[in-house]
């Protein structure tokens, strides 16, 4: 009965390299969110997934920034050319078909460090 | 503007105290949820109050909503060191498919022996 899974848990990266963060959600979980947080803040949403499909990405950076939850595998978020603007903690949340917006479960997230 | 503040941003409380967060925010809402966060680590989620709701209790805890002022309240009875973790407010606005959830910038709580 696993929860919410991330890797990397941390992942280093030199600028102008690319980032793939993984999210494997809840088993029976349909509904994939991503947020970014910067130090002693919190969470910013950035993308909402279904199975292949993007449902909000309101706020997701206009470039460089991607996400997708195909029909098989995890859920991916890339960040292309990397900054050091970007380092941060990427947290994964699901939840379950049929009630998006209550009840999310989050992963223990991946730390970003840009050099 | 920004969405769930949470005050105060710190709290330091002894064993045994009562701890109580607060929370405001702005637009319009279906739920206001309550997650805690453990240093380096994931959140977790507490309790989920509905904006027809005025007030809850699970446990320790104990939260309540006013949609008039547009505030809740996280009260957590009998502290215990283990409670020792940043607490955050989110808000959902839930517009047709969209999910997402808002949070403040958080209250760092330190429970002491």
């Known amino acids: 009965n696993a929860g919410v899974m991330q890797n990397p848990r941390h992942l280093v990266r030199r600028r102008g390299q690319e980032a793939r963060l993984r999210c494997s959600p809840m088993?029976?979980?349909?509904?994939v969110y991503w947020y970014r947080q910067l130090p002693e803040e919190g969470l910013k949403f950035m993308v909402y997934l279904q199975k292949e499909n993007i449902i909000d990405e309101s706020g997701m950076p206009k470039e460089r920034f991607s996400a997708e939850f195909p029909k098989e595998g995890p859920s991916i978020l890339r960040i292309q050319q990397v900054v050091r603007g970007d380092s941060a903690a990427y947290f994964c949340?699901?939840?379950?078909?049929?009630?998006?917006?209550?009840?999310?479960?989050f992963g223990a997230g991946t730390r970003l460090s840009v050099l | 503007s920004q969405q769930g503040e949470e005050d105060p941003q710190a709290l330091s409380i002894q064993e045994g105290e009562n701890a109580t967060m607060n929370c405001s925010y702005k637009?319009?809402?279906?739920?206001l949820q309550w997650y805690r966060q453990n240093s380096g680590r994931g959140l977790v989620h507490l309790i989920l109050?509905?904006?027809?709701?005025r007030e809850k209790h699970s446990g320790r805890l104990r939260v309540t909503l006013d949609t008039s002022k547009k505030s809740s309240s996280l009260l957590i009875t009998a502290s215990r060191a283990a409670d020792t973790a940043s607490y955050f407010c989110a808000t959902a606005n839930n517009t047709g498919t969209a999910s997402k959830l808002t949070f403040g910038t958080g209250t760092r709580l330190q429970v002491t022996l």
């Open positions: 637009t319009s809402i279906n739920n």
């Open positions: 949340a699901s939840s379950p078909p049929g009630s998006p917006g209550t009840i999310q479960y």
């Open positions: 088993k029976g979980h349909s509904h």
């Open positions: 109050i509905r904006s027809n709701e």
